[in-house]
């Protein structure tokens, strides 16, 4: 069984370019969440997803930010025209749908915006 | 969501155990209690989690207070390989949303 599968692991993107971030999460999840990791800081929350919905985006910026989680196939975090500031590690989790239960994290996109 | 107060950090020495402190003096009844630590440069990993009563796997052991307003993870021999950032996180059972909030965590140095 396979764990939490994020790709591109790097990616660098030029200001005013867009970003594309996928997960995969482990068979049998349908919870995905997405969390941002600045340089030197913790882990902030941004987006948690059930397949086809978004069920909590209190964590994401307002503007050009936005997580699809589709009926077949990987959760998209999507950065449109990013900026210097939207260099970080982005990572997802998923878990099964009882709260209790560990969520399982993949090893990140490290995005650089140049 | 309840919050969580930990040590900026903590050091071991090899092979010796680890007791990693949480505090969480507003805990409700609901709140599962969750440790998770992250390597460097990786994502965070699951370590261990409980509600009530005290809690033992392969990784470690977990420790709550009668009153769960305390909580304490426990390392049992440290090794190099255990340095790491470890976040204590309480997780409501009852709410909408399951999400992890994440603090800032306990930097664990292993020293050889």
């Known amino acids: 069984n396979a764990g939490v599968m994020q790709n591109p692991r790097h990616l660098v993107r030029r200001r005013g370019q867009e970003a594309r971030l996928r997960c995969s999460p482990m068979?049998?999840?349908?919870?995905v969440y997405w969390y941002r990791q600045l340089p030197e800081e913790g882990l902030k929350f941004m987006v948690y997803?059930?397949?086809?919905?978004?069920?909590?985006e209190s964590g994401m910026p307002k503007e050009r930010f936005s997580a699809e989680f589709p009926k077949e196939g990987p959760s998209i975090l999507r950065i449109q025209q990013v900026v210097r500031g939207d260099s970080a590690a982005y990572f997802c989790a998923s878990s099964q749908q009882a709260v209790e239960t560990e969520a399982f994290f993949g090893q990140g996109t490290r995005l650089t915006v140049v | 969501d309840a919050k969580t107060t930990q040590p900026n950090s903590m050091e071991s020495n090899e092979e010796e155990p680890v007791h990693l402190p949480c505090n969480h003096s507003?805990?409700?009844?609901?709140?599962?209690i969750h440790w998770y630590r992250q390597l460097p440069s990786q994502g965070p990993e699951y370590v261990i989690h409980g509600l009530t009563s005290n809690v033992n796997n392969r990784m470690a052991s977990l420790a709550i207070a009668e009153d769960r307003k305390s909580s304490t993870l426990i390392l049992h021999r440290a090794t190099l390989r255990d340095a790491a950032v470890y976040y204590c996180i309480l997780r409501d059972v009852s709410g909408a949303t399951n999400k992890l909030i994440f603090g800032t965590g306990t930097l664990l140095a292993v020293q050889p």
């Open positions: 068979k049998g999840h349908s919870h």
């Open positions: 997803l059930q397949k086809e919905n978004i069920i909590d």
């Open positions: 507003t805990i409700s009844g609901t709140d599962y």
